[in-house]
């Protein structure tokens, strides 16, 4: 009989969390990583039916990750959303196995280095101070915003939209963009009340316009996989494309334009960050030296 002693402990998982949020493109919900390390790791269904005592619905595999995502946001590896998604800091990205250890340990020795600290900071709000306000303050953060999405690889791109979907609410998000996929780069579950959809995503960096041809096409990429797809773009779409999303007798197609991207990754604080700051208005009281 398997014990809990037998089970890797909240330290020893620490290292396949982090392998399985690279494996998953840097972010995930709880069930992705879960997953993903249970897969890894080939946990038998013995190790998995083990319980935590009085807590039936959760087992000690389970827990023990939790603990172990805990452990490594504590030394600023990983990070979590208020939507319940995870994933991976700037700084922890290219961590080795080595780089794990000298980062628990310094926690564990009781401080952190002040770059150590600093990069907490950041990676708390995904972004360096400066990098969407102008001199002024007043630049278009959207324009400012949509001309760093332009300068991304295609597939950071693409992780960019599995992150944002997986902030949306979706799960098993998964980038799928390879040659012979017919333009489609992604699929995921979105769960309306009791019924699951399987929605495939395309991504599309444009500095203009998107056709209809291209709704036609994502579409066709579509048949017989799917009836529900979402397309989105640093673009526009013509009138044309978006009447050709919703023609009647078609599978509808979703529209996520440039405007829209941009406030779904302010909504989620994808990249994005937002300071309530009081501007000092000075105003001459021409009543008061007319008193005097």
Known sequence: MIEKQDLPSTQELMWPTLEALRALGGSGRIEEINGEVIKRQGFSEEQLAIRRPKKERQSMIEYRLAWSRTKLKEIGAIKNSAWGVWALTDDARNWSEVDLDEHRQSRSGGYLSLQQNRNILTNASGIDDGQIEGDDGRTDWKE????????????????????????AGFRNVEVTGRPGDGGIDGVGVFQLSLVPFHIFFQCKRYRGTVPPSEVRDFRGAMSGRGEKGLLITTGSFTK????????????????????????????????????TRTIEDVLIVDDFFDKL
């Open 240 to 275: 044309s494309a978006r009447d050709e999303a919703t023609r009647d007798g078609a599978p509808p197609v979703e529209l996520v334009d440039a405007d829209a991207l941009c406030e779904l990754l302010k909504q989620y604080s994808l990249g994005v960050r937002t300071e």
């Open 144 to 167: 400012r915003l949509l001309e760093r999405l332009l300068e991304m690889p295609p597939d950071a791109f693409e992780r960019l939209a599995q992150r944002l979907l997986r902030e």
